[in-house]
């Protein structure tokens, strides 16, 4: 079974700043997904970025970039550039490359609050 | 914007009643998929569902637990006979397709309080 290890329960950073998180996993699969989601106060999951294994190149969104490292099985997100609106809990969470009969199940990790201070 | 729709957005039960959750996947979506947080916890996989029958279930779904959909658009997660530990918030979610790069969306998740 996968499993997926935020060490990371909380972080704060300053408006403007940079700031890190750290994801690890463990899989034996070779072909599967990484994301990273959003979960603000208002509790809905927002997705925020995506990875596929088999692409060496790490994945950008705006603001935020991932660290794929496959051999380590870290995926960090970056943050850059903080907004008050990133204030949020956010979690990383690994899909299996199986494809399925019926959709590929989340496994998500515990996640780590983010507080953007002004 | 499509979006998933749960609703009620807090439902509190006595212990040992049955509930529904209710989910409006986004229409032109074919997988469905229930999840639970527990407060403070992670987000745990429950169910998911296509083409009328369950395709996988956690160890969490057990008999008490039970899904549907009956008229084409709605999907709903019935607990028989809820206990305390049954507290969480309860997320659905839908996918358009079966690859894995099919984005899930999730709704926003309904809070069941057991009592």
């Known amino acids: 079974a996968q499993t997926v290890t935020q060490s990371q329960p909380e972080m704060s950073v300053q408006e403007a700043e940079t700031v890190t998180l750290s994801c690890t996993y463990d899989t034996s699969e070779n072909n599967y997904y990484l994301f990273w989601y959003k979960q603000p106060p208002s509790r809905q999951m927002i997705l925020v970025i995506r990875?596929?294994?088999?692409?060496?190149q790490n994945a950008t969104e705006n603001r935020f970039s991932v660290n794929f490292q496959k051999a380590a099985k870290s995926f960090s997100l970056k943050i850059s550039d903080s907004q008050l609106g990133d204030t949020a809990m956010y979690f990383c969470a690994f899909m299996g490359g199986i494809i399925k009969a019926a959709g590929n199940k989340l496994t998500f990790g515990g996640g780590t609050r983010v507080l953007v201070k002004p | 914007e499509p979006e998933v729709t749960q609703t009620p957005s807090h439902q509190v039960t006595q212990m040992g009643q049955e509930v529904i959750l209710r989910c409006v996947p986004i229409s032109n979506h074919l997988y469905f998929y229930w999840y639970r947080q527990i407060l403070g916890q992670k987000v745990e996989f429950l169910v998911s569902f296509y083409n009328n029958e369950i395709s996988e279930k956690s160890e969490i779904f057990d008999d008490q637990f039970s899904v549907e959909r009956p008229d084409g658009s709605n999907f709903t997660l019935k607990i028989r006979s809820t206990k305390l530990e049954d507290s969480a918030m309860y997320f659905c979610a839908s996918s358009v397709g079966d690859r894995p790069s099919s984005e899930a969306f999730f709704g926003q998740g309904t809070r069941l309080t057991v009592v």
């Open positions: 990875q596929e294994a088999y692409k060496q």
